[in-house]
């Protein structure tokens, strides 16, 4: 069984701190995707990384997947209210349609 | 952007009673999906559908469950008898290309009482 792990599973601070969101595994996957899913709504794709080292920025978050692409991290520099969500990773393999999910960490940001 | 639409947002259903959900993929994506999600759980994936037929499906995709997609346009989801169990947030997906952004709807939300 692939499983994802995601830590902290919540997380709540002030508008301006900074934060990081893990997601681990045992196994490895050819790719890794987050997402971001608001109440009520279906997930929606931020990134997707493949190759392991990777590095992506979009504007105040940074992707990382690690080396062995077991594992990944998603930092947030100066979080605002507007990012508050709840956050999946998603690790895909090579000739499979299926994307295993991790349990999500819910983010709150306080104004 | 285009979206991923699908329809009804909420269903309640007695227990073994047989449900259809509908989605409309975007119109030029060829594979789609359906995940689900228990309340307070993963999204789990159930199957997935391309060139009209299931291309793979999870050990939750049992023979209560069946995908069609009846007129090159909708992609609808069955569950011939549900169980309370079944209960849960379904999400249909669709993309382009495999390994190319999937791009989820809002869901439909099935309670089965």
């Known amino acids: 069984t692939q499983l994802l792990e995601q830590s902290p599973q919540f997380l709540s601070i002030q508008e301006g701190e900074n934060l990081t969101v893990y997601c681990n595994s045992s196994?490895?996957?050819?790719?890794l995707q987050w997402y971001r899913q608001e109440p009520g709504e279906g997930p929606v794709l931020l990134v997707t990384v493949v190759t392991g080292g990777e590095v992506k920025k979009l504007k105040r978050l940074t992707f990382q997947f690690g080396d062995a692409r077991k594992d990944s991290s998603l930092h947030i520099t100066a979080a605002q209210p507007g990012d508050t969500g709840l956050y999946l990773c998603a690790g895909g393999k090579t000739g499979r349609r299926a994307l295993t999910f991790g349990s999500g960490t819910r983010l709150q940001v306080q104004p | 952007e285009p979206e991923v639409t699908q329809t009804p947002s909420h269903q309640v259903t007695q227990m073994g009673q047989e449900v259809i959900l509908r989605c409309v993929p975007i119109s030029n994506h060829l594979y789609f999906y359906w995940y689900r999600q228990i309340l307070g759980q993963k999204v789990e994936f159930l199957v997935s559908?391309?060139?009209?037929?299931?291309?793979?499906k999870s050990e939750i995709f049992d023979d209560q469950f069946s995908v069609e997609r009846p007129d090159g346009s909708n992609f609808t989801l069955k569950i011939r008898s549900t169980k309370l169990e079944d209960s849960a947030m379904y999400f249909c997906?669709?993309?382009?290309?495999?390994?190319?952004?999937?791009?989820f709807g809002s869901g439909t939300q099935l309670s089965v009482l």
């Open positions: 559908f391309y060139n009209n037929e299931i291309s793979e």
């Open positions: 196994s490895v996957f050819s790719s």
């Open positions: 997906a669709s993309t382009m290309e495999e390994g190319e952004k999937l791009f």
